[in-house]
Antibody, heavy 120, light 106 residues
Framework: QVQLVEAGGGVVRPGTSLRLSCAASGFNFETTDIHWVRQAPGKGLEWVAVIWFDGSNKYFADTVKGRFTISRDNSKNTVYLQLNSLRGDDTAIYYC?????????????WGQGTVVSVSS | SSEVTQPPSVSVSPGQTATISCSGDKLGERYVCWYQQKPGQSPVLVIYQDNKRPSGIPERFSGSNSGNTATLTISGTQPMDEADYYCQPWDSTTRIFGGGTKLTVL
């Protein structure tokens, strides 16, 4: 069963850090690019970051560039999103998602999301 | 990636055709995909590469892309199609989503 499971969300203070994880199963993780997408309460989807299958390239949305980092451990089938210098507008559900070449590099599988709430 | 714009809302009667647009500069030169998201659920891919449907997506969902506008069309719209829909143009580096369109079936 193809699956992505996010973890690590929580309630944190502004300026602090959090690390999210995304555990994959049921597909060849080592050949797959993984994205993070977030959704603020009542708002639309916002693309956050992507890491290539081998970790050689990483790209970020301007809103998080310099504050968030992304990494992966292919031996653990896991991608990590490090959130630093958190702000109130980072409050959102964070989804990890699989890009699939069979679908023209569209995102075809999404996790259930993990909630990050930044509040003083 | 440059911005893409969607109408905030579209309404359609059951059984009628719903069209949702996604506009952006030279959008027709890039592949576009569409996602459906129902309340409390993760998004679902309904169209990729402008007009292809993943298995399991009903034939009533179709797409097109030309010029500056991509369009998602739902023929014979059913109440279960009520959801938010997002377009996303392909990009080799950063990605963006349209702002989303709330489809109401009434």
């Amino acid at each position: 069963q193809v699956q992505l499971v996010e973890a690590g969300g929580g309630v944190v203070r502004p300026g602090t850090s959090l690390r999210l994880s995304c555990a994959a199963s049921g597909f060849n993780f080592e050949t797959t690019d993984i994205h993070w997408v977030r959704q603020a309460p009542g708002k639309g989807l916002e693309w956050v970051a992507v890491i290539w299958f081998d970790g050689s390239n990483k790209y970020f949305a301007d809103t998080v560039k310099g504050r968030f980092t992304i990494s992966r451990d292919n031996s653990k089938n896991t991608v990590y999103l490090q959130l630093n210098s958190l702000r109130g507008d980072d409050t959102a559900i964070y989804y990890c998602a699989r890009e699939n070449r069979e679908f023209g590099d569209a995102i075809d599988i999404w996790g259930q999301g993990t909630v990050v709430s930044v509040s003083s | 990636s440059s911005e893409v714009t969607q109408p905030p809302s579209v309404s359609v009667s059951p059984g009628q055709t719903a069209t949702i647009s996604c506009s952006g500069d030279k959008l027709g030169e890039r592949y576009v995909c569409w996602y459906q998201q129902k309340p409390g659920q993760s998004p679902v891919l309904v169209i990729y590469q402008d007009n292809k449907r993943p298995s399991g997506i009903p034939e009533r969902f179709s797409g097109s892309n030309s010029g500056n506008t991509a369009t998602l069309t739902i023929s014979g719209t059913q109440p279960m199609d009520e959801a938010d829909y997002y377009c996303q143009p392909w990009d080799s580096t950063t990605r963006i989503f349209g702002g989303g369109t709330k489809l109401t079936v009434l």
